[in-house]
């Protein structure tokens, strides 16, 4: 992909109007309302007539400014930021669908995304089928007239299995469904879905795009069509995102470019010399060219991302010695960090799917995770050397 990076500029240089102090960087409006000049211009703000920030469940200057830089970052017209990337990721369903609706996902979405699509909207008579996301040829085939929408993330987590989204774009259109995208993985610097038509992208800021570690954070981009209806869902459901969660992550999204391209080549770098490792059977990283999608990944993503998972001989009884014989990476379920993380899948991000569940998404006992952080690859390649 062509390195463009005007609208990493624009994050950057992206910023609510300031105070009469013209401070620089970003202030923290920790304060829950906002008074008006007067009861016309309040009257004029809550019909809409006037723009203004009327209480942080709706909107704060903090937050707004989160919202206008990841705008910038996805190319989307509209967003909403919410206390979680689940808060998200159900703000998306349910602000969309009414009873009887229909949901077409493909397989291997984030475990609670699965959650629910399977045992949470059907409460409330909304349905979901899944597909498989490389083939695309039978998608047509789990289509209703009550589907609304196409659900879907791409890499998926811990398969690292693509969809095309151009394809995915196309058939949506066809179809008249909406078309939405968890691109927590890729980020919107190594992919832009809104490129190929998605209605709405959906983010655990959490993640990569605070990068750090320290907040949890959701994001909702769409086109201002969709956004409305998801907007008006999130003001009166309450998600908001708190202005402190916001004010550390506008500051992420500043250095999400640098941060990215040093974790996506010290990833490539790991998954290269991971291959040349007696024990490692497999490894799965998009720009391998051993990767099935290989083609897909260099036409759809700007590099390969951080992260990396490989498959080891001796199943789960050597992925336990691996994580346990670490001194440097840390063992936790969350990725996305300046420090490298190893989870052991199977037996704890996706230990409630069945083990047949397991195998259709590409989990096997000896698969090992890893987020790759900042740290000097020879250091995490002598870390890993300990347990491989
Ligand atoms: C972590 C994650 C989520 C959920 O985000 P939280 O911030 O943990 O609520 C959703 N989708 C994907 C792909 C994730 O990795």
């Not at 774009?169 to 066809?174: I, K, N």
């Not at 096997?364 to 690859?377: F, I, N, T």
Request: overall charge negative; hydrophobic content about 40%; glycine content about 8%.
């Amino acid at each position: 992909m062509e390195q463009d990076n005007r609208k990493e500029t624009q994050a950057i240089r992206e910023q609510t109007p300031r105070t009469q102090y013209r401070e620089h960087s970003t202030p923290l409006f920790l304060t829950s309302s906002f008074t008006f000049e007067s009861a016309e211009s309040m009257a004029a703000t809550f019909a809409g007539e006037e723009s203004g920030i009327i209480y942080s469940r709706y909107n704060n200057p903090t937050v707004d400014e989160l919202i206008a830089k990841a705008c910038a970052l996805e190319g989307m017209e509209a967003g909403f930021a919410t206390a979680s990337g689940m808060a998200a990721v159900f703000a998306s369903l349910a602000a969309l669908v009414q009873q009887g609706d229909h949901i077409i996902a493909t397989r291997a979405v984030f475990g609670s995304t699965h959650q629910l699509l399977t045992e949470i909207l059907p409460r409330w008579g909304v349905s979901c089928t899944y597909v498989e996301p490389d083939k695309q040829d039978d998608w047509a085939a789990a289509v209703r007239p009550e589907t609304r929408l196409f659900v879907t993330e791409t890499p998926s987590n811990p398969g690292l299995q693509l969809v095309d989204l151009a394809g995915a774009g196309a058939f949506c259109r066809e179809h008249g469904l909406l078309f939405v995208v968890d691109n927590c993985f890729a980020t919107p610097y190594l992919q832009r879905p809104a490129d190929y038509g998605a209605d709405l992208v959906t983010h655990s800021a959490t993640k990569w795009m605070d990068g750090q570690g320290r907040v949890l954070g959701g994001l909702l981009l769409g086109t201002k069509a969709v956004m409305e209806k998801v907007i008006f869902f999130c003001r009166h459901t309450g998600p908001a995102m708190s202005p402190f969660n916001a004010w550390v992550l506008t500051k992420s999204l500043e250095t999400l470019r640098i941060r990215m391209d040093a974790h996506c080549a010290s990833a490539l770098h790991l998954a290269e010399w991971l291959g040349t490792q007696p024990s490692v059977t497999k490894v799965h990283y998009p720009f391998l060219e051993s990767h099935p999608q290989y083609a897909l990944a260099r036409k759809q993503m700007k590099a390969g991302g951080g992260i990396v998972t490989f498959e080891l001989a001796d199943g789960a009884q050597a992925a336990r010695q691996l994580l346990n014989s670490l001194e440097m990476c840390s063992r936790s379920s969350n990725l996305g960090d300046t420090r490298t993380i190893l989870t052991h899948p199977a037996t704890t991000t996706h230990s409630k799917l069945s083990p047949a569940e397991r195998a259709n998404v590409g989990i096997s006992d000896g698969l090992v995770r890893m987020s790759v952080g900042l740290e000097a690859v020879e250091d995490i390649k002598k870390d890993l050397l300990r347990g491989l």
